[in-house]
C-alpha cells in the first residue's frame, strides 16, 4: 500500500508503517511478505468489506516489444479483484457455508426516488407494482439461483440467502445506508454497486460463463427482472475477474411456491443457522441436526433448513432415502465411510473451470471418482438385496433414481487417466521442496524487514547468494516430475533422452577426473555461474593446461571453478531435455485438466447426489441418536404432534443427564389458534419455537423430534419473539415489534404457520391487552393461520370467548405445603392467571428485602382489584 492507504488501512491490519525517500519525496508505503497474502486477503476482503485488486508480473508478448530498443520484457497489470462475494478458492472461506453474490434489480426505481416512506414502507409510486428480480452465485462451487419476488418479500429473500456481498445497480449508490437497511435488512454482507456493460435483455447473453446452454423452452420462462438481475451479477463477476473464464452450472429459478417461506425475524428468533444471544452455530438448529461428513454436503443441509420444500413427492423421496439410511446400519455405515474419502468435490470441480486446478486436484478428484464408483456398486447391491428380500413390500423406485443418476461412463475414463499420468510419490516431494522454499524466502524477508527497521542496510542478495548452496539440478536425484514417465510417449521419449545425457554427463566426469588427476571434480550448474566444473582440496591446485579449453573463473585456497566447452555444450542439452519434459508435462496436465471440464456437467451432477446421500446419512443418525420419526405430510391446514420436543433444547438436556417434558400439538384442525398462559420460565417460549422447527424439520425432508407428527403442508412461518430495539434506525422495543406483528398480520395465509410471543409488552398494559386482542382477531378471522399465541395477558382469555377456534391452554407451577415448587412443562387446556414472576425474581438471585417488597406491592394490587 501507498499513499493515503497507508494511514487509512495500516493500523487496521497490524502493518507497520515505513517511509521511502524518492524524487518526489517521501512516500508512505505498507506490505507483507508474499506468503501471508491468504492471511491479509481476510482481513481486508471478509473484514473490512474492501476490494483487494491483485496486480501480477506478466511477460510481454514479442509482438510489442518488437523495434522498440530497451523495451521491458515484463509489466504489471491488475489480473483479478477480490471481493467478499467473488472468493473462488481462498483457504479463509468457510468450507460449511455457501460463499453467494447477490444481485438485486428492483424495477420501476430511478437514481431520484426515495425507496422508502418514513414509517418503513415502499415508496408510494411503485410500492404496489414493484416487482424485484435476484441472481445470486457461488463462485466457489458454480451454484447459480435466479428468482422473482415482490417487495415485500425482499428482505426475507436476502436473509435466507444470506450473501457475503450484495450488488445494487449503480442507480441506487445514493441512496443512504439507513434507506438500504431498510430494504434489504440487516445482515453480515457488505453492498457494491456496479453499472452493466452488457446486454441485459436475454439469457443467451449469459451462455459464454455457463457449462451449457439455457434450453429455449426455459429461456421463455425468465422474468425480466430475474434477467436483469442476472445479467447485473454475471456482468459484476466478469468485470472482477478481468479476463479469467468461468464455467457456471445453468440457472436454477427459485419461485415463492416452490419453498416454505421463511422471514429473516424468523430465520434469527428460531435460531436455524445461528443464535439469538451471540449469533454462534453451537446452539443452533442446524448444529443440533448436522452430521454430515462432506463439507458441500453440510452446505446442502444449510441451504435446505432456510427453504424447505413445498412438494409432498420431493419431501417423501427424501425421508425414503432417510428412512433407508435409518432402517439399514451397513448401508449406512459403508455410504458414510465411503463420503468421508471424498474431496469437496463441486468447489474443486470450479477451479477447473477458471483454469486453477492442479495436480493435487487432479488427484483428489480422481480419488472422489472412484469413491463414486464404489458407491454405485455399494447402492446396487442393496438394492438387489433388498428385492430379493420376502418382506421387501416397500417400492424402491428412489434408491434407483439415485444410482441411475450417478453417471460413471465418462468419470470412471478420467480417474483411470489421472491416476496413469501423476506420479503421486514425485507430487509429495515437489511439496517438501516447495515448503523448504517458502521456509528460506521467509526467512530471508525477515532478515530484510529487521535490518529497514533499525536503519540499516538490508543484506545484498549477490553476496547472500554466494554464501548460500545453490541446489544442482543437474542430477536425476534433484529433478522432481510430476507425471510418470509412461503418461505419453513422448514423455517417455524424452526421459530416455535424459537419461542417455545423464550417462554422458557421468563419463565425461570420469573422463576429467582421470585426465586432471582430481577425484573431487564435479559438473555443477547454477544461476550466476552457468554450466561450471568444480574441484576442492588438493585438487584445486592442479594444472588446467591438460584441459584443452578449460577457463578458470574463480579459485580460493581451497576450490576452483573453471569452464569447460565439453560440459557446456552437454550442460546445454541436459537443460533442452529437461525443458522438453516439462513442457510435455505441462501439455499432458493440460489433456487431463480439458478430460475434467468435458465431464464437467456429469461430475456436478455426480458430487449433488453425493450431497443427498451425505444428508440423508446425517439424517437418519441424528434420527438413531435422538429417537426422532418420520413425519407424515399431507394438503390439509392442521398439526397433529403427539410427544413433540425442541431439537436443540432436547439435546442440550439429555446430554446433561435430564429429561425434556414432551407436549402436544393439535393446532387446526378444530381451534385454529392456540391462546397459551402461564408462569415465567415454564416452557411457553419453548412450546412455540419447537413446534414452529418440527415444522421446518418436516418439511427440510428430516426426521423430527416426536412420538407421531402428520401436518398439512406450511407456505410460511413468522415468529415474533425476543425483539430488541434498533438504534441505529431509530427504533424502540415496541416499533421493533409492532413492525415484525404488522408483517405477519399483511402476509399471513391460512396455510401459514404463527407463533407470536409476548405481543403488546413493552407499553401500559392497556395498549398492551388492545393490541394482543387486535391481533387475535385479526388472525382468527382473516388470517386464519394456525397460530400458537403466548401471552401474560389473562384478560385475553375472556375477551376472545366469542372466537370458535380458539383454545385456551397454559402451563403451571406445582406447590407444596413446605414452600416448595416446582414448574410443570406439561401443556394443559385452560387458563392459568397466575404468572409467579415473584419465584423467578427470587431464582434469579434479587436482594431478598426485593422480592418481599414486590410480594407486598403484589399483594396490594390484587387486594384493590378485588
Given amino acids: 500500500m501507498y499513499f493515503d492507504q497507508v494511514d487509512q488501512y495500516a493500523h487496521l491490519v497490524n502493518l507497520k508503517k515505513a517511509k521511502r525517500n524518492t524524487a518526489m519525496g517521501d512516500v508512505a508505503m505498507a506490505g507483507f511478505q508474499h ?53 473462488i478458492d481462498e483457504n479463509f472461506m468457510d468450507p460449511y457455508e455457501n460463499n453467494f453474490l447477490l444481485a438485486v434489480h428492483i424495477e420501476g426505481v430511478s437514481p431520484t426516488q426515495s425507496l422508502i416512506e418514513a414509517n418503513g414502507e415502499a415508496h408510494q409510486s411503485f410500492k404496489r407494482s414493484a416487482k424485484v428480480g435476484l441472481s445470486w452465485v457461488d463462485l466457489s462451487s458454480g451454484d447459480f439461483f435466479t428468482q422473482a419476488s415482490d417487495w415485500a418479500s425482499l428482505a426475507s429473500l436476502v436473509a435466507r440467502v444470506g450473501p457475503r456481498e450484495i450488488v445494487l445497480d449503480r442507480s441506487l449508490e445514493d441512496v443512504g445506508q439507513m434507506q438500504l437497511s431498510k430494504l434489504l435488512g440487516e445482515g ?87 443464535t439469538l444471544r451471540d449469533g454462534t452455530f453451537q446452539g443452533s438448529l442446524l448444529h443440533a441436526v448436522r452430521q454430515t461428513v462432506t463439507k458441500s454436503g453440510a452446505r446442502m443441509l444449510s441451504q435446505r433448513l432456510v427453504s424447505p420444500s413445498m412438494s409432498i413427492s420431493v419431501i417423501n423421496n427424501r425421508l425414503d432415502l432417510v428412512q433407508e439410511m435409518l432402517h439399514h446400519e451397513a448401508l449406512r455405515e459403508d455410504t458414510i465411510a465411503l463420503l468421508r474419502r471424498t474431496a469437496d468435490t463441486l468447489r474443486l470441480l470450479q477451479r477447473f473451470s477458471i483454469g486453477k486446478g492442479d495436480a493435487d486436484d487432479l488427484l483428489s478428484l480422481g480419488r472422489t471418482i472412484d469413491v463414486m464408483g464404489h458407491l ?83 543484506p545484498k542478495l549477490g553476496r547472500r547468494a554466494s554464501k548460500t548452496k545453490v541446489p544442482s539440478n543437474d542430477t536425476a ?33 570420469k573422463r576429467l577426473r582421470k585426465e586432471l588427476g582430481a577425484e573431487s571434480l564435479t559438473l555443477k550448474w547454477s544461476a550466476q555461474l552457468g554450466h561450471f566444473c568444480h574441484v576442492k582440496g588438493k585438487d584445486a591446485q592442479g594444472n588446467l593446461s591438460v584441459l584443452p579449453g578449460a577457463r578458470s573463473i574463480g579459485s580460493t585456497k581451497s576450490t576452483r571453478t573453471f569452464y569447460l566447452a565439453d560440459w557446456t555444450h552437454l550442460g546445454v542439452r541436459i537443460d533442452d531435455s529437461k525443458l522438453r519434459i516439462r513442457a510435455e508435462e505441462e501439455r499432458v496436465f493440460g489433456r487431463l485438466r480439458n478430460q475434467v471440464i468435458e465431464n464437467l456437467m456429469k461430475l456436478r451432477r455426480n458430487a449433488a447426489v453425493l450431497d443427498e446421500l451425505d444428508v440423508a446419512c446425517s439424517s437418519a443418525t441424528v434420527a438413531k441418536q435422538r429417537r426422532l420419526v418420520r413425519p407424515i405430510l399431507t394438503e390439509a391446514t392442521s398439526h397433529q404432534i403427539i410427544g413433540g420436543r425442541h431439537p436443540t433444547v432436547d439435546a442440550s438436556l439429555e446430554g446433561s443427564g435430564r429429561i425434556f417434558t414432551a407436549n402436544d400439538c393439535a393446532v387446526g384442525e378444530q381451534e385454529k389458534i392456540y391462546l397459551i398462559t402461564g408462569p415465567n420460565m415454564a416452557g411457553k417460549s419453548t412450546y412455540l ?178
Fill in 689 to 866: 419455537r419447537q413446534n414452529a422447527l418440527i415444522t421446518i424439520l418436516a418439511q427440510t425432508g428430516c426426521f423430527v423430534p416426536a412420538d407421531y407428527a402428520e401436518m398439512g403442508l406450511v407456505d410460511k412461518v413468522f415468529s415474533r419473539v425476543g425483539s430488541a430495539d434498533n438504534l441505529f434506525q431509530d427504533q424502540s422495543t415496541f416499533m421493533v415489534e409492532m413492525l415484525e406483528t404488522a408483517e405477519i398480520l399483511k402476509q399471513a395465509t391460512p396455510r401459514s404457520f404463527v407463533i407470536m410471543d409476548e405481543v403488546g409488552r413493552g407499553t401500559t398494559p392497556e395498549d398492551g391487552v388492545a393490541v394482543g386482542y387486535a391481533c387475535l382477531h385479526h388472525l382468527h378471522h382473516v388470517n386464519k393461520s394456525r397460530t400458537l399465541f403466548a401471552t401474560h395477558f389473562h384478560a385475553l382469555a375472556d375477551m376472545t370467548q366469542d372466537f370458535d377456534a380458539l383454545g385456551c391452554y397454559c402451563t403451571d407451577v406445582a406447590e407444596e405445603g413446605d414452600g416448595k415448587w416446582a414448574y410443570v412443562h406439561r401443556l394443559r387446556r385452560g387458563v392459568n392467571r397466575k404468572s409467579h414472576a415473584l419465584k423467578v425474581a427470587r431464582l434469579a438471585g434479587l436482594p431478598e428485602m426485593a422480592v418481599e417488597v414486590a410480594g407486598e406491592v403484589l399483594a396490594d394490587l390484587q387486594r384493590k382489584d378485588n
Fill in 188 to 274: 453480515a454482507f457488505s453492498i457494491h454497486f456496479h453499472q452493466t456493460t452488457s446486454d441485459g435483455s436475454t439469457v443467451s447473453a449469459w451462455t459464454s460463463m455457463l457449462e451449457q446452454p439455457v434450453a429455449q423452452a426455459e429461456e421463455d420462462a425468465f422474468m425480466p427482472v430475474e434477467i436483469a438481475a442476472g445479467t447485473l451479477v454475471l456482468d459484476y463477476v466478469r468485470d472482477k475477474l478481468i479476463g479469467q473464464q468461468i464455467q457456471l452450472q445453468p440457472p436454477v429459478r427459485r419461485s415463492d411456491d416452490e419453498s416454505m417461506s421463511i422471514d429473516r425475524q424468523s430465520l434469527r428468533g428460531l435460531e436455524i443457522r445461528s
Fill in 477 to 509: 536425484p534433484d529433478e522432481i516430475w510430476t507425471m510418470r514417465r509412461h503418461a505419453s510417449a513422448t514423455l517417455e521419449r524424452s526421459h530416455r533422452e535424459l537419461e542417455t545425457l545423464l550417462g554422458l554427463k557421468g563419463q565425461l566426469a
Fill in 35 to 87: 506468503s501471508s497474502l491468504e492471511r491479509y486477503l481476510k482481513m481486508f476482503v471478509q473484514d473490512l468489506g474492501k476490494q483487494v485488486a491483485i496486480s501480477e508480473q506478466i511477460r510481454l508478448p514479442e509482438s510489442e516489444r518488437e523495434g522498440r530498443a530497451g523495451a521491458p520484457m515484463y509489466d504489471r497489470k491488475v489480473t483479478r479483484v477480490i471481493t467478499a462475494g467473488t472468493l
Fill in 376 to 458: 454405485s456398486k455399494v447402492l446396487h447391491d442393496h438394492i438387489v438385496v433388498r428385492q430379493g428380500c420376502e418382506d421387501a413390500s416397500i417400492e424402491l423406485g428412489f434408491m434407483w433414481d439415485v444410482l441411475r443418476r450417478l453417471d460413471l461412463l465418462g468419470p470412471s475414463k478420467v480417474a483411470t487417466s489421472i491416476r496413469e499420468a501423476i506420479d503421486e510419490d514425485g507430487l509429495d516431494r515437489q511439496h517438501v521442496a516447495e515448503l523448504e522454499e517458502q521456509v528460506r524466502a521467509e526467512e530471508m524477508a525477515e532478515e530484510v524487514v529487521t535490518a529497514d527497521e533499525a536503519g540499516q542496510k538490508g
